[in-house]
């Protein structure tokens, strides 16, 4: 696309060379066209102003006598019992076995002889496109294609390499560009408003715990599960080699809330075994033993409902299958993280706390 239309064809010619007969990407792809169509024969009749204003015709007289040379002209109306039937003059098309013949058609009578159409117009025969298009005011050309079933790539990977190509290239075409739609974008857009979703909910998590909590500091130790979640579908796709889909990204906001809720439990627990005079040691002892049970059933359960999506029993679905494995994967490494890491990082943040509020006492005293 772009404001130049020769660029635009040029640049879109290029483009359809190059997915045609690249290897990397052509072998993978289908059903590669665009919506230039067929072009069209164009066969064009021009008043010759001088001639027609030698015989006293204006242009506009002379189109009409075109017009009725070719199509023929109303010249009435019969009417019956029931409807009215327009009479319509026209020379018999059988005679034309090209628009050019029209041109010999005598028209006019005139004192020095018969005028032909040809006396009066020129022609132009030229091709031009069947449709045009445009996108943001530009003149825009749009190809497409689709991924074999049984393609070795990814549309992501097609995108990139295709404007690694254009980027190459760019330079040779000013005044045209490259724009991405399709699956392309619509994926792109799902991943940011899931993004977006993501972090406005982990956002509400923390606004909420901080209120429950009394705390800035604590939320934080919970939520941190959360990034030992994303640890853990990370190293799963790394692992597996899988594909990272929409469905992915929703596992992960799935995900998150099971690993929050429990750390959360966790860290209740442990507080209230603090609260209640125990030591730091005490109270994440006896917080863990509580709730260590509860949290490995979730995970187990959890784990087990999804392990035939995931390692696609009976037969593999990239659309479930890839949001049960991260669904998996980030589960069970948060559920382990959170037992070890979550419980060390709470001694630490009351320890910190103790530290300075000795600190604050012995300021007191002096």
Known sequence: MGPDPRMVQALADEMHRFL??????????????????????????????????EYGLTPSAVTRLAASVLDGRYNGEFRTLDEDIDLKLMIDPRTYRDPGDALAVASIQHPS??????????????????RLDRYQNHRAITLTANLKPDARTSTPSVVQRVRA???????????????????????????????YAFLIALLAIYMILATQ?????????????????????VFGKVVSRGLFTVNSFIAVV??????VNDSLVLIDFINRGYSQGKS????????????LRPI??????????????????????VVWGSMASTFVTGLCTATFLTLFIVPAEWDLLMGLKLRLEKRRAKRRRY
């Open 20 to 53: 045609r007969t690249d290897s990397q990407v052509a072998p993978d792809l289908a059903d590669l066209s665009d919506n230039r169509g067929v072009p069209n024969r164009v066969y064009r009749f021009r008043v010759d102003r001088e001639r027609a204003a």
């Open 113 to 130: 002889g018969p005028i032909r159409l040809g006396d009066l117009m020129r022609t132009e025969v030229y091709t031009e496109p069947s």
């Open 165 to 195: 190509h254009y980027d190459a290239i760019a330079s040779a075409y000013p005044g045209a560009g490259v724009n991405f739609s399709g699956e392309f974008e619509t994926t792109r857009r799902s991943y940011t408003s899931l993004a």
């Open 213 to 233: 909590f009394r705390s800035y500091l604590q939320p934080l130790i919970i939520l941190s599960a959360v990034v030992f979640a994303l640890i853990g579908v």
């Open 254 to 259: 799935g995900v998150t809330g099971v690993v």
């Open 280 to 291: 730091r040691r005490q109270a994440i002892e006896e917080g863990i033993q509580t709730r």
């Open 296 to 317: 490995l059933l979730t995970t187990l359960t959890t784990v087990l409902g999804l392990a035939p999506m995931a390692l696609g029993f009976p037969s593999y679905s």
